[in-house]
C-alpha cells in the first residue's frame, strides 16, 4: 500500500483537529432548554468558606518556570478576599485582593511581574475560587445527571458544569469562539470540600496550575 505524503498527513490532522474543536464550541454555544436563574451558594457548592482561610498544596506551570508553594486564601474582611501563593522556601510571589467585584494585584514578585501573565492569573484564580459566581444571573441547563450554568461575560462565554446536588465538575471559558480556560474539580462529600482543583490556561500564555487541599 503506497504511503501517504507527509504534508497530507499533517493536513488531514489539522482539519481532525479543527473539527473537533468546532464540535466543543458548538456543543457549548448553543445549550438547549435553559432558562434564566441566580446562581446561589444554596445551589451551587461553593469553593470558599467565609469564615475560614482555606490553603491549598500548589503547583503553576508558566513561561517554562516550574513553580510551587501554598496558596492561601481567606477572606479579611466582609468584602475583601486576598489569594496569597507563597513558595516552598517561603517566598511570596503574589497577593491578589478580590473586592467590590474586581480582582486586583495587591503584591506581585518582579520576574511574574508581567501584563499578559497577571491577567491571565488574576483571571484564573477569579473562576478556580468562583469569586463572580454567586448572586449573578446565568442560563441553566439541566436534565436528570447534570446542570450547566451559562455565563455571559462581554466575548468570554462561561459555562459551569455541576451535579444535581450543585457540586462543580468542571468550568470551561471561551473568549469568542476559542477556548481560552478548562477548570476541574474532584469534591469529596465525606469532607463537604473540593480537595482539587487543575486549571489550564490557552492562547499566547499557557498556565496550567494544580491545587490540593491541605485539611
Partial sequence: MPQLPKRYLLLSS????????????????????????????????????????????TSI?????????????KQTDSVSTHIIFVTELGMKMFDFEWKNKVMN??????????PALINALLANFKYMFL???FDTHAGLCSNKNI???YVLEGYKHRYIVADTLGR????NVFNKNKKSCFINYTFVPETGSYTTINCIQFGLVKIRTELNLIE
Fill in 61 to 73: 506551570d508558566v513561561l517554562k518556570n516550574h513553580l510551587s508553594g501554598i496558596v492561601i486564601v
Fill in 14 to 57: 489539522f482539519i481532525v483537529c479543527l473539527l473537533g474543536q468546532s464540535c466543543l464550541i458548538s456543543k457549548y454555544k448553543h445549550p438547549s432548554q435553559c432558562h434564566r436563574v441566580v446562581i446561589t451558594k444554596q445551589a451551587v457548592t461553593p469553593i470558599l468558606k467565609e469564615t475560614n482561610a482555606l490553603k491549598f498544596k
Fill in 131 to 133: 469569586l463572580d459566581v
Fill in 168 to 171: 462543580i465538575y468542571s468550568q
Fill in 147 to 149: 446542570k450547566t450554568y
Fill in 105 to 114: 494585584p495587591v503584591y506581585v514578585f518582579e520576574p511574574l511581574n508581567k
